[in-house]
């Protein structure tokens, strides 16, 4: 192989490249803090709202009061 051979490959690598090169920097990626913006509405919630039963309210309720007292107690 001889050097002009050489010097027309690097050549043609070169240029390939710069060709890619072109490609990446025409569009930057371009991405900021959180998610991105949809245009898509969101999803209705078709959930029933959770309620608590009156057995667990009194549950919590007596917990709580406990806990009040085992801190009131302490003091």
Do not use: F, H, V, Y
Not at 39 to 50: D, F, H, M, S, V
């Amino acid at each position: 192989m001889n050097t002009a051979e050489i010097i027309s490959q690097i050549d043609e690598e070169i240029s390939r490249l710069q060709s890619a090169r072109a490609l990446l920097t025409e569009a930057p990626l371009k991405r900021g803090p959180g998610r991105p913006k949809t245009t898509e509405q969101p999803l209705a919630r078709t959930l029933k709202k959770r309620r608590l039963s009156a057995k667990g309210r009194a549950a919590i309720s007596a917990a709580m009061k406990a806990r009040w007292a085992k801190r009131k107690k302490a003091d």
